[in-house]
């Protein structure tokens, strides 16, 4: 039986991998949360893990003493959620923490030998260099959760790397695909948390409406396969059947289709190389109607192309841009700024970064604190006019 620990066992893809625990049958381990310590208690006396951890440490004594009947070791802070990650016996760390949070663990996970299910793309995102270095020195595999890095895992299976002409990443365009440039600056918090295909936490459901989720894939694809970033493609697919696509140099496309089900991608990723069944939601061809493609408008939405260019610049950039846009998605959430206020903030920052070419660990963190000082100030700034 595989052994399995979740890093953010607490949020969408973490409830989703418990799911997908039940069917299989896993031993989980250890499990974490930031702050929901409600949930993760009832977790902890489901699973009955070794340890959890509890990023806030000021929640961690309250959740010592609510499980104090049970064995379970209750571990605080950025280093218990590293504890967990590098428990004795786990085979695989499931990574779906949100933000830069989840790259010190997985690389002490992969330090460690167990191979990663990583849902956290801004591990990639902000540290491709240093993560795919380790994972290959300590000879351990970085498993995408990603639906769509996923389905470009699967069709490349059995087909060498160097028949890749294209990647093609596809995207909803999420909700508001079909607005003006004009009407964006006047959509709300709650507009833009209602994704038309999937379910999932609040930070990446504002990234999907402003593509930057999509571009943040782009950057993680790069790392995750090895491929130069003008060879990865965005095609708007809204109707989030088709979860990606390659393309190879003799003109085929091989694609990879399902339900908008986070639990097929999660359960692949445990089970690989091997398929499993299950009972979750299947996908019927005949109900389904049209599949419709159209290309991304990088006007409307630049936020990917901030994407591409901070992966063009390499370095430190892709790091700004992820802490950045973090930073002004929380603020949108609060209700500080707009919408579009959003990717102004992430370009005005990038803009007055001198990027690092070959950052070390040390220098990424140092510029991902930096982009969020500048950020603030750049909210300053909008406010002032």
Known sequence: MKKISILGSTGSIGCQTLDVARNLKLDVLGLSTATNIELLEQQAREFNPKAVAVLDESLADELRYRLEDIETE???GREGLSKVAVMEGVDTVVVSVVGIAGLVPTLEAIKSGKNIALANKETLVTAGHLVTEEAKK???SILPVDSEHSAIFQCLAGNHKK????????????PFREMNANELENVSVEQALVHPNWKMGKKITIDSATLMNKGLEVIEARWLFGVDGSRIKVVVHPQSVIHSMVEFCDGSILAQMGSPDMRICIQYALTYPE???NDFSRLDLVKLGLLTF???DFNKFPCLKMAYDALKMGGTAPVVLNAANEKAVD???NRRIGFMDIPRIIENVLSKHSVNRNPGLSE???ADEWA???AETEEQKLKQG
């Open 294 to 296: 159209e290309e991304p």
């Open 275 to 277: 398929r499993m069944k």
């Open 138 to 140: 300590r000879g351990v």
């Open 331 to 333: 603020m949108f959430l």
């Open 372 to 374: 969020r000082d500048m």
């Open 364 to 366: 990424i963190l140092e």
């Open 163 to 174: 028949s890749i002409k294209n990647i093609v990443l596809t995207a909803s365009g999420g």
């Open 74 to 76: 209750v571990y605080s």
